[in-house]
């Protein structure tokens, strides 16, 4: 026969372990519900959109300066960044890595290449925009290997 205080004491034990499961299904459950929903990309602060376009200067490329024009807008809530590189015959998207008033960092994904035959590819790859003055900022592209001055020239 099993003693009053021990039936006590498996009881007891019983009610913990169930709480104690219970509530790691619950957190893993929210755990695993909310995961994507938790991460937020960049917000772009609105003096950023619109057109920007400069010349680039890249000293160590077979082409030493080009045109750069980049299109930043934000459509339901989304980011769309594209750019044009028309003196390499280059274009792309770009994806926002970090924004605040003063800097934008961009990640540039290729979409278009010169024609076959040109000495010359795009490379795509990390920039960042440095604002400098209300409607003026620089270009860096990889360190620095490709610097510019951009300027805002329009409103999209």
């Known amino acids: 026969m099993t003693s009053p205080r021990r039936a ?30 938790n991460v937020r990309s960049p917000i772009l602060p609105d003096s950023w959109l619109g057109v920007w ?26 980011f769309i960044g594209s750019y044009v590189e028309s003196s390499l015959d280059c274009e792309g998207t770009l994806s926002l890595t970090f924004a605040d008033s003063s800097k934008l960092e961009l990640n540039e994904a290729v979409r278009t290449q010169p ?11 990390p920039i960042q925009i440095r604002r400098t003055g209300a409607n003026v900022a620089t270009y860096s592209w990889e360190g620095g290997v490709a610097r510019g001055d951009l300027s805002h020239s329009r409103a999209e």
């Open 53 to 78: 376009s400069g010349t680039i200067d890249q000293p160590d490329s077979s082409v030493h300066t080009w045109t750069f024009t980049m299109s930043l807008k934000e459509m339901d809530g989304r």
């Open 115 to 125: 024609p076959p035959g040109t000495p010359w590819f795009c490379g795509g790859g």
């Open 8 to 37: 006590a004491i498996v009881v007891v034990v019983v009610v913990v372990v169930v709480v104690v499961v219970f509530a790691a299904s619950v957190f893993l459950f929210h755990s695993r519900s909310t995961a994507g929903r």
